[in-house]
Structures are given as structure tokens and as C-alpha cells.
């Protein structure tokens, strides 16, 4: 299993890693990338780099990824969704099918900046949102709220 692997965070592991990503709400709007591979809408987020915390390569994905400075949200310092999905095969980074354990923090705009990335990016009315775990992230939310 990931997590009983010396080191889970790392692409090394060829069965899959943990990931992080990040839930940005802005003014009952979702920031969500079409991501380029995969070919879909999803939350702004990626792997987390050698020294790195969850929270905070999740804060630096979604800067890579759209150029938003973000921030925790106050009392949102664990993630409020954890979701395992299969990556598919990708030969350009000589990548087999692997999983991610993707670990979802709530976070808040600071500034927005011109992204360093070349990737899409919207902001989506929660009612627009298609995504099942984004959906039920919101949910979660709204019933702590």
C-alpha cells in the first residue's frame, strides 16, 4: 500500500504517491483548471516536493497552476476531503498508471498574479460544479458552517 512506503510523497513510487491540492472559494466561486493531459476541470493542485507539507505544496500548485497567492482559511489547517483516483498512463514523462492519495485544503485568495503556467483557468458557480468530490467537499463545508 502508499502509505506504508518508506517515502509515500515520492513520484518514485511506482504504485502511487500522495498529492495535494487546493479548494479555492472566492465570492461562491470555485477556482478550477482544465487540466491539460487529462483533459478536464479540476482543482489546481499536484505533488508535494522533498521538505514540503501537504498545505503548503497545495498552496504552491495552485500558484504554479494559476498564479493566485493563497493562504489556509482560519480554523482549515487539515484537508476537508481525501480522495484516492487512478492517473492514467502518461508515455511523454514515462509515467505508468499509478494512484494518488490527494489530500484537498480549503484555501483563500491573497493576490492574483499572472500565472507562471500556461493552464486554463476559471472561476465556477458552486451550482455549476460537476465534479462529485468538489461537490462533496462544498457539502462538507456547508455543514460545518
Given at each position: 500500500?502508499?502509505?506504508?512506503?518508506?517515502?509515500?510523497?515520492?513520484?518514485?513510487?511506482?504504485?502511487?504517491?500522495?498529492?495535494?491540492?487546493?479548494?479555492?472559494?472566492?465570492?461562491?466561486?470555485?477556482?478550477?483548471?482544465?487540466?491539460?493531459?487529462?483533459?478536464?476541470?479540476?482543482?489546481?493542485?499536484?505533488h508535494i516536493d522533498d521538505g514540503e507539507s501537504?498545505?503548503?505544496?497545495?498552496?504552491?500548485?495552485?500558484?504554479?497552476?494559476?498564479?493566485?497567492?493563497?493562504?489556509?482559511?482560519?480554523?482549515?489547517?487539515?484537508?476537508?476531503?481525501?480522495?484516492?483516483?487512478?492517473?492514467?498512463?502518461?508515455?511523454?514523462?514515462?509515467?505508468g498508471a499509478h494512484l494518488h492519495i490527494d489530500?484537498?485544503?480549503?484555501?483563500q485568495v491573497i493576490e492574483e498574479r499572472d500565472?507562471?503556467?500556461?493552464?486554463?483557468?476559471?472561476?465556477?458557480?458552486?451550482?455549476?460544479?460537476?465534479?462529485?468530490?468538489?461537490?462533496?467537499?462544498?457539502?462538507?463545508?456547508?455543514?460545518?458552517?
Amino acid at each position: 500500500m502508499i502509505a506504508s512506503e518508506e517515502n509515500p510523497l515520492s513520484r518514485l513510487n511506482v504504485t502511487g504517491h500522495i498529492t495535494a491540492s487546493g479548494l479555492v472559494i472566492k465570492d461562491d466561486l470555485v477556482l478550477l483548471i482544465y487540466h491539460p493531459y487529462i483533459k478536464q476541470w479540476f482543482q489546481p493542485g499536484g505533488h508535494i516536493d522533498d521538505g514540503e507539507s501537504p498545505i503548503e505544496a497545495a498552496i504552491r500548485e495552485v500558484y504554479e497552476e494559476t498564479g493566485i497567492l493563497c493562504e489556509s482559511t482560519d480554523g482549515q489547517l487539515d484537508p476537508v476531503d481525501i480522495d484516492l483516483h487512478e492517473i492514467p498512463a502518461n508515455p511523454k514523462k514515462g509515467e505508468g498508471a499509478h494512484l494518488h492519495i490527494d489530500l484537498l485544503f480549503v484555501l483563500q485568495v491573497i493576490e492574483e498574479r499572472d500565472s507562471p503556467e500556461d493552464i486554463q483557468k476559471a472561476w465556477v458557480p458552486f451550482d455549476q460544479i460537476t465534479s462529485p468530490r468538489i461537490k462533496r467537499a462544498l457539502q462538507k463545508l456547508q455543514d460545518q458552517a
